[in-house]
């Protein structure tokens, strides 16, 4: 296979104004953020070894040790964080960083798709719901363009399995994950910068800094750039010639008020600017029969005659107030999103078609080349919490929650050649407005010393306007739904302290999330589809327990769920559409690990896995398979493995496994330190493995995606007591390319996992 090969970047202007390490998070601002991180510096224990640093998270929108927490978390922060996110990936480095999580995209960059548990949600239209809730500084991210923001000056990630409809509540019934920005300090000025460069002319600089504007007040500015050269080339004289270069910039500035220990409030801008490609659909790369790339597949030539292009900005502001009053504290945070969109791409993943020659590579049925646009999206979010803040067995937390959202999504199809097509594009639009608003609260109760008890309860009410209409020289629509919706949500949990470091946890929690809509109108005899609500019920167990005198840490959890009416997607199998159905039950079972060690003074290992048993049962629901039409010229398609459905070109999908959903998942870390000279030399090598799974809700040879290893190496050198950092990394160290995602046309087009990503990066901290 052919690879790229190291190159100097362009040149380039970078002026950044950045700063600010990582650090403790001061009690008496810490506004729910955690307090202590997992860093690789650990604390020294009693007979002077090291130990582990206490975890503190907010799951329960309190700050609480990660130990006596009733459900399953995982945490990455500090330099486990830094190194998974080296090199300049985007949020899809977090797929198999923790126990049963994947995250994939069909547009690249700008728009993931998070699976926890095996729920996720494959859908690729714009306005697409998905059962795992993105919150990031304490705003909900409903829409997918929010979702991929960058990952920078970030103080800890927290991933939390399981339904969370009680606290967190917006479409979170497979689970939620969590950033913390790092935020400002009152009194200190400090920051830091990280440049780094990599082959294919990359090009990373992000950096923060930490100003004390009076003795009450603070901001921080924290910036990103992450910029790539092109590294495919279309060899044909049509369409977009080059491929894969991104130029993706962030920035985030907060504002921190605190006159005094009752009152604070935190101010934050942020913004993202992304010019890049879409991902590249490439034909008939799948050898037939198999999930294998064709003999001599070449990854740096590309041929089309479509058109290439893909940018998305967004920006938000938010507002988080805190009064710490005698016996409660309350919060006040608000929140406003908005993001400008524009995808296009050539899905049919060649040049030409059977009725227009030439065509390829191999066989192309017909010409798709499609473009959708965001040109409205606005967001607006409103919190009102209060909680008892008094010592005493019982603790309490309640609230109200207003969401609105208004989305336009405009859909543009260029298939002028395909027979009876006018020469000029067609278009549809879809319009939705969407009102929420929610009741919650939760109690927590010391029954003794050894067993704490919660539960927790939220009224959420949901309504839906939704139209579509396509336009053309005739109209097709509007097709209007209109759809109100109410739930409510529950969890009752509860600890028991076997001993100071060994304690037992269980969980029963509901999930629910809100009916979806969707309307591409491909055709004239189209119509939207609907999806009714879908509702969980989950059961959780586990143990969270630290070992030799905290120099290890254990948390392992069985679970069990069902989803009444899952929300699925379903494929056309001949055109670039989607279509919404409800199948009767989902059921889901598992066990999951997080483990790490201090192995010695400079040796320390994380260790993590997942097994997801997911099974699709509707005996009545049947989906189009792949090439499901009359020019394929004879050719298959694929090879589908599922029982035959009612109808011709058919499948049944009962007892499937739901799609991206890898039966088995893994996590290693090793991070080697020793002192060298006036500082330290480090080394850190992490790997992720995930199992193969379906990449739709059919089964089919071909779209059966292989497992997957994949590793990163950084090896580096601190001086200055820590102030100085040089190291050398690599992504995907093996080069590994394979299939993992697909287009179900018969042309057997495939999506491909990123190359092998090498560099190297200077730090200064001041």
Known sequence: MKRSRLSLP??????????????????????????????????????????????????????????????????????????????????????????????????????PRFYIRGQGNTDFDLNASQPVGLVVDDIVQESPML???????????????????????????????????????????????????????????????????????????????????????????????????????????????????????????????????????????????????????????YPTDGVNKQWLKTHGANMRLRWNL???????????????????????GGFGAVYAQPMGPGFIPFVVETADLLPEHKQLSQEFRAESNVPGPLQWIGGLFFFKEDIRIDSISFDSLAPGNPQNPFFATQDQSTKSWAAFGSLNYTVSEQLKLRAGLRYTSDKKDFSARRVEATTAGPFGINNDSNNVSWDVSGTYALNKDTNLFARVATGYRAPSMQGRLNGLADRPSFADAEKALSYEAGIKQELFDRRARVSASVFQYRVKDKQLTAGSGVINMNQLINADKVTGQGVELDFQAVLSDSLRMTLGGSYNDTEIKDASL?????????????????????????????????????????????????????????????????????????????????????????????????????????????????????VVGAIDFANLTGILNEPRTVGAQFKVNF
């Not at 309350?330 to 929140?335: F, R, V």
């Open 622 to 738: 049947f989906v189009q398979q792949c090439g499901n039409f009359a020019n394929t010229g004879g050719l298959a398609g694929c090879t589908v493995t599922d029982p035959a459905g009612p109808f011709a070109g058919t499948v049944r999908i009962d007892g499937n496994p739901m799609p991206r959903a890898p039966k088995w998942q893994g996590n290693f870390s090793l991070r080697y330190t020793i002192p060298m000279g006036e500082g330290d030399f480090f080394a850190y090598t992490d790997w992720a493995y995930r199992s193969t799974y379906n990449m739709f809700l059919y089964e089919a040879r071909e779209y059966k995606a292989k497992s997957l290893v994949e590793g990163g190496l950084r090896v580096g050198y601190k001086w200055g007591e820590g102030k100085y950092e040089v190291a050398a990394f690599a992504r995907n160290i093996t080069d590994k390319v394979q």
């Open 10 to 111: 362009r040149c380039r202007t970078l002026m950044f104004m950045a700063v600010a390490s990582t650090f403790p998070v001061h009690a008496a601002l810490a506004q729910e953020t955690p307090a202590v991180q997992e860093t690789p510096a650990a604390a020294a224990s009693a007979n002077g070894g090291q130990r582990l640093d206490v975890v503190i998270v907010t799951a329960q929108r309190r700050a609480e040790n990660i130990k006596d927490v009733p459900m399953a978390i995982t945490t990455l922060s500090g330099d486990r964080l830094e190194a998974v996110s080296a090199g300049g990936q985007d949020i899809r480095f977090l797929a198999s960083r923790s126990p049963s999580l994947n995250v994939e995209s069909d547009y690249g960059r700008s728009f």
């Open 147 to 301: 979702k991929g923001f960058p990952v920078f000056d970030v103080e800890q990630v927290e991933v939390l399995r399981g339904p969370q409809g009680t606290l967190f509540g917006r479409n979170s019934p497979a689970g939620v994950i969590k950033f913390d920005s790092v935020r400002p300090v009152i009194g200190k000025t400090e920051g830091y910068v990280t440049a780094g460069i990599g082959n294919d002319g990359a090009m990373n600089v992000e950096g923060a800094y930490n100003l004390p504007v009076t003795e009450t007040v603070a901001a921080r500015v924290s910036l990103q750039t992450q910029n790539r050269n092109n590294r495919v080339h279309n060899n044909r004289p049509t369409g977009t010639r080059e491929f894969e270069g991104y130029s993706d910039n962030a920035g985030r500035i907060q504002l921190l008020v605190q006159p005094n220990k009752q009152f604070s409030a935190l101010f934050n801008f942020h913004a993202r600017d992304l010019d890049n490609n879409a991902t590249l659909f490439r034909a008939n790369i799948i050898k037939q029969g198999t999930n294998e790339l064709v003999d001599g597949f070449d990854y740096d030539q």
């Open 326 to 348: 005698d016996r409660v504290t309350l919060h006040s945070i608000t929140g406003y999103e908005t993001a400008d969109f524009y995808s296009r791409a050539d899905v049919d």
